[in-house]
């Protein structure tokens, strides 16, 4: 090996390092922090603490619930659209990109109070429905649903399929079911969880339109208390990359390409 390879190397071993470094430390720091709930000595104090609060369980199942909902409405109304865009719209993908991109330029607060202005005064008085905060948590978690789902079709020959499929007699219930979702499980799966950690996670809807959801309380913790705001840090992060294990461990052995139409038969 030349002395140029060895000098590469070592130099991305180094960059490795590095950022591995820059990601662990804070974490790490973070979880010796949230040990410190007891003077003098590392407990788990503080996780006690939050395990303990009636608020987090109520707030978290709220949340669990809000993203199920939100996962459900999201994948009805994208999953269809994508797969219509793709087969028969391709010349409208580049707008509907253009939209995914959207709820990044627009402020959560302006979502918020565009929804509390339009209905607020019935035939639609849907402030003081959950369905509302479903609505903008759809909203918010569109580019994570459509961008994972649209990757996921590009990835397979969608048209090939669709045409096999046909042509072999079944219908678009059929194909959708039996065809384009089974080769879409790691897509699917990327969109949920992905939609999952969002609503877990978002404050801004969740306090202007007065709902108990976890990111508030997460809020109300890192205000008030000390040690328990890492605590649910560490918490999140644990379920953050929890969620990428399951997603892993589906998806092992699911090939992205291989065409489920022989199940037709």
């Not at 039996?178 to 790691?186: E, F, H, K, Q, W």
């Amino acid at each position: 090996m030349s002395n140029g390879k060895k000098g590469r190397k070592a130099l991305s071993w180094v960059w490795l390092v590095l950022g591995l470094a820059y990601f662990f430390i804070p974490l790490i720091s973070t979880f010796l922090f949230s040990l410190k709930g007891k003077k003098g000595v590392l407990s788990f104090v503080a996780y006690q603490h939050v395990f303990a609060d009636p608020n987090f369980l109520k707030t978290f199942t709220f949340s669990l619930q809000m993203s199920i909902y939100t996962i459900l409405v999201g994948l009805i109304l994208i999953v269809p659209t994508a797969i219509w865009i793709n087969l028969k719209l391709p010349k409208v993908k580049p707008l509907i990109e253009l939209f995914s991109l959207m709820p990044f330029v627009i402020p959560p607060v302006v979502l918020a109070f565009g929804l509390i202005k339009s209905y607020a005064r019935p035939p639609l008085a849907l402030v003081s429905s959950p369905a509302l905060l479903v609505a903008g948590y759809v909203v918010i978690s569109f580019p994570y649903i459509y961008r994972s789902i649209d990757t996921g079709l590009t990835s397979i020959d969608l048209k090939v399929l669709t045409e096999a499929a046909q042509s072999l007699g079944a219908g678009w219930g059929s194909i959708l079911f039996r065809v384009i979702l089974p080769n879409l499980r790691t897509a699917l799966l990327s969109a949920i969880f992905l939609t999952f950690a969002t609503v877990i996670g978002e404050l801004t809807l969740a306090v202007l339109l007065a709902w108990p959801a976890f990111g508030p309380y997460m809020a109300h913790v890192g205000r008030d208390l000390a040690y328990e705001p890492a605590a649910l840090a560490i918490l999140s992060f644990m379920m953050t990359w929890g969620s990428i294990s399951i997603i892993q461990i589906l998806s092992r052995g699911i090939p992205g390409s291989r065409s489920n139409v022989g199940g037709l038969h």
